[in-house]
């Protein structure tokens, strides 16, 4: 049976890693009925965490689509990792979701991971309920983790439920909304609904009141009942509430055991009853600026916001339909590519468990399998339609490694793999560095890389090793320097000749013409990797045919490429050819190409040669506890600090760190922290490199020159 949009939930569980999301999603499978037992994370039989590496690691790795029945509506749930480093699988699933719900574990209270996951929600404008999670647990402190998220995100959040009995003995919730109290039996599962006793009265009212004050604030039709008659009936109740959250006006949070099964019911009827369907959202944004309602009515357009290889299946596509009616067999165009898709099969997922349907309306999530050319960010629609939905803006790599080269058979392999799960994950970049003759990979964190050496090794079998990636430095120079080389060569038949005479100089915009010579022509390019060659041609008197100035500009750009010093890109330099010879017969392109990249190499040499480093900013977030320790690492890289800001609990540190010192910074920056720290990095700019690595540098390119 198919949903209509109004009577669809897409919820994304968020949360710091292992507050307990996917026993979460592992309780409402099971609330629901979808499941007749309840996995856990210890014996790797949760539905969520269904791949072969999930259940080795205990955590979540991937985002996965799951589903429950609940009153009226179906609840699609998707669970994410929140090791931070699978921050793309996050995004990508709260791209399609219409409400997030942000787990907290409620012995550890916020933490780092949950507030990068706000921001996100903020970014994206999502809805989000908080559940205080784990109140079974011996240190739960519901009061001072829900202390905590007031103070961090406002006074918007606010409390619809508290537990009694916190730790072990856990069993009652008072709800402030219904104004009843649940009393779990110890295995969990469906509670008593009793009055609430005497003592808990004053509390809950007290909730109950700004409950009811918050749900007329926003339309003023309810905020006129609500001053006639002092109080909301529950139908009102419900607007209200279901307009504030839709609004982000308030942030309800509540509280479960997910471990044992108490209080994740009440939380599915919240969602039935009040959150947002995707057709109370905002019309999607498209990508031409234009926006598409949700409406089953209107023209099909899906959005592939996830692609995942499976053994033995292929690529499975996992998608949201934002408008109109898919079925199986519809013929669609991707309107990203302009290929053509057929629909073979449309299912819906509980993890690996997979049901075929017969048709998905707007709003509603679901995969399909053997797409030839889809993937993730592509909008497939009827055809005439250029219905493209605005993509997602997955997070910039933070950090980059390079593979040791194996075989050459392996190679393929595992580039191809690589591919694979570059398309699973899009925050994962292959570079094929020219510059540094090395393949690079570009990623989110340490475990991004080692998971995908862990797969490619096991699946693949093939070894792979990670090396530190060379840095791209660049040359540029710091005086003027003339000099002149002849290319002359006489073995038998027609010979070389060339002689060129050249001037070198640092560039700068703005520079006066050069001093003394008789410029003929000049040009300035701009370098395609940064930075600028002024050549000029300043020849009088014919010494040497202008027919030649190409192939010296050439025999200049090859040396600017494979910089003197460290064999780097130069950059910002200004080279004017003002004299030379040449030979009637013997002088050609080549010999003038070759003169001119031995006086450019010679003259660099002697034009006090500058080696620029590349600089990042950095942006690090910390708790209050581990600053000393992020701050004295950060001496230790040359860092110079810009800033810090406090923020609540949270530290931020603002600092440029030259790219050489970053190196395996996510891990060590995690074993500093104990994962109390997050960071962001920008390239910001090249600066010249301190004298003494300078030198360094220079010396080990010329024992690898020699080494050849
Ligand atoms: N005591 C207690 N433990 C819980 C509860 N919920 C989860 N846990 C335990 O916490 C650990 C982590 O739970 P997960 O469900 O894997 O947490 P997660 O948020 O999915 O973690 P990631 O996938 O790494 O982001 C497991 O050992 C769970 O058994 C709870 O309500 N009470
Ligand atoms: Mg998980």
């Given at each position: 049976m198919a949903f209509e949009s109004k009577n669809i939930r897409n919820v994304v569980l968020l949360g710091h890693s292992g507050c307990g999301k996917t026993?979460?999603?592992?309780?409402?499978?099971?609330?629901?009925?979808e499941i007749p037992r309840r996995g856990n994370i210890?014996?790797?039989?949760?539905?969520s965490d269904f791949t072969s590496i999930e259940k080795e690691k205990g955590n979540s790795i991937f985002s996965s689509l799951m589903h429950a029945k609940w009153k009226d509506s179906k609840i699609n749930i998707i669970d994410t990792p929140g090791l931070d480093d699978f921050a793309g699988e996050v995004i990508s699933a709260l791209k399609v979701a219409d409400t997030g719900i942000m787990v907290l574990n409620s012995a550890s209270g916020v933490e780092v991971g949950t507030e990068l996951l706000w921001e996100y929600t903020l970014q994206?404008?999502?809805?989000t309920i908080f559940v205080i999670n784990q109140i079974d647990h011996e240190k739960s402190n519901f009061e001072s983790t829900l202390e905590q998220a007031q103070n961090r995100f406002g006074n918007k959040v606010l409390p619809f439920q508290y537990p009694l009995n916190q730790g072990a003995e856990f069993n009652k919730i008072i709800d402030a909304l219904r104004m009843i109290?649940?009393?779990?039996?110890?295995?969990?599962?469906k509670p008593e609904k009793l009055p609430i006793p005497d003592s808990e009265i004053g509390r809950a009212q007290e909730m109950h009141n700004l409950l009811v004050e918050a749900a007329a604030e926003n339309d003023e039709s309810l905020m006129e009942k609500f001053f006639d008659a002092g109080t909301l009936n529950e139908e009102e109740l419900a607007e209200g509430l279901t307009i504030a959250l839709a609004n982000l006006e308030i942030f309800p949070v509540f509280c479960c055991s997910a471990l044992l099964n108490k209080g994740?019911?009440?939380?599915?009827?919240?969602?039935n009853d009040i959150a947002p369907s995707p057709a109370d959202r905002p019309a999607a944004k498209l990508k031409d600026g234009e926006v598409l309602e949700c409406n089953s009515e209107g023209p099909l357009a899906c959005f592939i916001y996830k692609s995942h290889s499976e053994p033995q299946i292929g690529m499975v596509s996992y998608f949201k339909v934002y408008s109109g009616i898919l079925k199986p067999g519809d013929e669609l165009i991707n309107n990203s590519n302009r290929g053509h898709e057929r629909i073979n099969q449309l299912s819906l997922s509980n993890g690996k468990t997979r049901e075929s349907v017969n048709e998905l309306r707007a709003g509603d999530l679901g995969l399909t399998v053997k797409l030839?050319?889809?993937h993730?960010?592509?909008?497939?629609?009827?055809?005439?339609?250029?219905?493209e939905i605005e993509p997602i803006k997955f997070p910039e790599p933070k950090i980059r490694s390079a593979i040791l080269p194996p075989s050459k058979n392996d190679m393929e392999k595992l580039m191809k793999a690589l591919h694979t799960f570059s398309e699973e994950d899009p925050t994962l970049i292959i570079e094929q560095s020219q510059q540094l003759k090395q393949t690079l990979l570009h990623a989110q964190g340490q475990l991004q890389m080692d998971i995908i050496k862990y797969r490619i090794e096991k699946l693949n079998g093939i070894t792979m090793e990670y090396i530190q990636p060379k840095i791209p430095y660049r040359e540029t120079i710091q005086k003027m320097t003339e000099g002149s080389y002849r290319h002359k060569k006489q073995s038998g038949g027609s010979g070389q000749f060339g002689e060129v005479h050249m001037r070198i100089e640092p560039y700068y915009e703005g520079m006066p013409e050069p001093e003394g010579l008789n410029v003929r022509k000049s040009e300035i390019e701009d370098l395609p990797w940064g930075g600028k060659l002024a050549f000029y041609w300043c020849i009088v008197g014919g010494s040497i045919d202008a027919k030649y100035s190409n192939a010296i500009k050439k025999g200049v750009m090859q040396k600017m490429e494979e910089g003197p010093l460290t064999g780097s890109y130069c950059q910002d330099i200004r080279v004017c050819i003002y004299d030379g010879k040449m030979h009637a017969v013997d002088s050609n392109d080549m010999a003038f190409m070759l003169a001119s990249m031995m006086v450019f190499k010679n003259s660099f040499v002697n034009a006090k040669p500058q080696l620029l480093e590349p600089i990042y900013d950095l942006e690090i977030l910390c708790s209050d506890n581990v600053l000393g320790d992020v701050m004295g690492d950060l001496q230790t890289r040359r860092a110079i600090i810009l800033g810090i800001d406090s923020d609540g609990h949270y530290q931020k540190i603002m600092a440029k760190v030259p790219f050489a010192?970053?190196?395996?910074?996510s891990s060590s920056l995690r074993s500093l922290t104990q994962g109390r720290a997050k960071f962001n990095r920008k390239f910001a700019e090249y600066t010249p490199t301190p004298p003494e690595i300078q030198q360094k540098l220079i010396e080990e390119y010329v024992e690898e020159l020699e080494e050849v």
């Open positions: 026993t979460f999603s592992e309780t409402m499978l099971f609330e629901a009925n210890e014996t790797g039989s949760t539905v994206m404008h999502t809805p109290m649940y009393v779990f039996p110890q295995d969990g599962g994740s019911g009440r939380i599915m009827g919240f969602i030839k050319n889809s993730t960010n592509n909008t497939l629609t009827e055809k005439n339609s250029n219905i010192e970053m190196y395996k910074y």
